[in-house]
């Protein structure tokens, strides 16, 4: 059995990710193959993981944000998805009062996007949604073995209603990959900023900032569990 995904799945800062508590509940073998940075780019562009993912009895995809792809507005890096290279001319033609030589990540470039609040951020997330199910489905087809899809909602604040719409995978692109899947959940989890959760994470005291907006052991228990029955029926 295999994990693969994102920061979540790789388990930044946490001594047990849930890959590993997986591992101890099922006494199965789990092999982790999260990865810092891992969007849909570079889950879909590497030639490696899909050979060990398709050697695997069954597959634990953590769905990959929105953000983290190359699209017809903007290209991303190969393997830290974060990051973008640079906009399109698509983007620079939709955008002309912009500049966007000191915009280096996806956030900072969608903010920059949003903050003009017109109908053109609307067509940017329309292609963005548009690409990532045609990606997504495009992985899945790949992968010989089931797999158990995990929609991950990480939320950022209390109160859950504060998330950024455009930016979270919606039901209808979920519901346009289930088909391909052997199963499909939807977890959400606050960050250890807010929860309890900070005093049980492993962080230098500079990585407290970064710490406070990864899930921390309780969410990871709580993925877990919610994959334990959707494991067992395919298994």
Not at 49 to 62: G, H, R, T, V
Not at 191 to 219: C, K, N, R, Y
Not at 226 to 232: C, E, T
Request: proline share 5%; aromatic share 6%.
């Amino acid at each position: 059995m295999v994990c693969t995904g994102g920061d979540e799945t790789y388990g930044r800062f946490v001594e047990r990710p849930f890959a590993t508590i997986l591992e101890e509940k099922l006494d199965r073998r789990c092999l982790n193959l999260g990865s810092l940075f891992c969007g849909v780019e570079a889950l879909c562009n590497d030639a490696g993981l899909f050979k060990l993912l398709n050697m695997a009895e069954l597959c634990i995809l953590q769905a990959p944000g929105v953000l983290s792809q190359t699209n017809h507005f903007y290209r991303v890096h190969p393997r830290r998805n974060d990051r973008v290279l640079t906009p399109t001319s698509d983007l620079i033609e939709l955008y002309p009062e912009l500049d966007f030589t000191d915009v280096h990540f996806v956030h900072h470039l969608m903010s920059s996007l949003q903050s003009h609040q017109d109908a053109r951020f609307e067509v940017v997330v329309d292609e963005l949604r548009h690409n990532w199910v045609r990606k997504i489905s495009d992985l899945l087809h790949r992968l010989e073995v089931p797999v158990i899809l995990l929609g991950l909602r990480v939320l950022q604040h209390k109160d859950g209603d504060r998330q950024n719409e455009s930016t979270v995978v919606t039901p209808e692109m979920f519901e346009a990959v289930r088909p391909l899947c052997a199963d499909f959940i939807e977890v959400s989890v606050p960050v250890s900023g807010q929860s309890d959760a900070l005093e049980d994470m492993l962080f230098g005291t500079l990585q407290q900032p970064m710490a406070e907006h990864m899930i921390g052991p309780a969410a990871h228990k709580a993925i877990a569990d919610a994959l334990l029955g959707p494991i067992r029926r395919q298994i």
